[in-house]
């Protein structure tokens, strides 16, 4: 009896030991865990959602800040006599360790229209369509800016996920048919996680438990089938988003991601599917990488402060241009 009380008592030290470890370790690499609350929200359609009116302090670089619908920039009032523009997108707009005055988007906020900007992170295509689809009863935007990643094609296809291990995505999909469906084992786990959540050492158990567990393989190139399957279900998300739009509604997109192969793919998708696609995103992006520019954050991904700025002048001139055109047509 006394081994067996040993025992637990060790397992239990054990655990507490470890929950204080991942805690201290967050804190000082996570500034969000210097809010009470997280930005993410459990939503039954979309999987995950932002965590509307939130403010914290981001460490030595202002405040993140959402209003009360989930928007990271929108008017201090709406002007119905202005142009309306949405801007829509994954990690890289929701940004959640970038303060609102550094966001790539924030010199658009500056501009003569309503503007409104809504981000989160770990979306798919699909998800992106379904939160404009829901925007569309409260704006009535004149010009949609799709944000684009490289990492989309994965994420936009469930069979890539579960190759990859990516169990915890509690997200929609499109099938060919262009049903939305959901994964119902994915759903399962993902709902497990957010009861584990508040628990550090509990989360990292059970991931670490289901990827040493796990028979999917961890190869990370995609095999020439899922390409053809990613190329078509991307093509069929996009004519997705074009349906829901108000016909006079345009469409612009550009991709956020470093990865040069990816881009090639979307952005050939969005432009065969009639998008005015900016490409001079990803070409600075891909150069920036190649010439090793300090414009990223440390996953080598997602941009710094730095990276934001320049990010946010290309696609303030690009935009201003097209603006101005419209304005003479």
Do not use: C
Not at 78 to 105: Q, R
Not at 306 to 328: Q, V
Request: proline fraction near 4%.
């Amino acid at each position: 009896m006394k081994n067996i009380f040993l025992s637990l008592f060790g397992i239990i030290f054990s655990i507490a030991m470890l929950e204080g470890a991942l805690r201290l370790h967050f804190h000082i690499q996570d500034p969000i865990i210097q809010s009470k609350k997280t930005s993410t929200l459990p939503d039954p359609i979309l999987g995950w959602d932002v965590r509307p009116n939130l403010e914290y302090k981001i460490k030595d670089s202002g405040f993140y800040k959402v209003d009360v619908q989930g928007f990271r920039s929108s008017p201090k009032k709406h002007d119905p006599l202005k142009k309306t523009i949405l801007l829509i997108g994954d990690s890289f707009t929701h940004a959640p360790n970038i303060s609102n005055e550094n966001l790539y988007y924030a010199p658009l906020s500056k501009g003569n229209y309503n503007f409104y900007a809504y981000g989160m992170t770990g979306w798919g295509n699909i998800q992106e369509v379904l939160k404009v689809k829901s925007l569309l009863s409260k704006i009535k935007p004149d010009l949609v800016i799709w944000q684009l990643s490289s990492n989309d094609l994965i994420e936009n296809i469930l069979e890539i996920e579960v190759r990859l291990g990516k169990i915890s995505s509690n997200r929609p999909y499109l099938s060919k048919e262009k049903k939305v469906f959901y994964d119902h084992e994915v759903r399962f786990i993902s709902k497990i996680l957010y009861v584990l959540q508040p628990s550090r050492a509990a989360s990292f158990i059970f991931n670490r438990f289901f990827s040493l567990t796990s028979s999917r393989s961890k190869k990370i190139n995609l095999e020439n089938s899922e390409i053809e399957k990613a190329k078509l279900i991307t093509s069929l998300i996009i004519k997705k988003m074009k349906e829901i739009l108000p016909k006079d509604t345009e469409l612009i997109s550009f991709n956020a991601g470093p990865l040069p192969f990816e881009n090639k793919l979307i952005k050939k998708i969005a432009i065969s599917e009639g998008l005015i696609h900016i490409s001079e995103i990803e070409d600075t992006l891909t150069t920036a990488k190649s010439d090793k520019l300090k414009i990223f954050n440390d996953d080598n991904f997602h941009w710094n402060i730095k990276g934001h700025a320049m990010i946010g002048e290309i696609l303030r001139k690009r935009m201003t241009k097209l603006l101005e055109s419209d304005k003479k047509q």
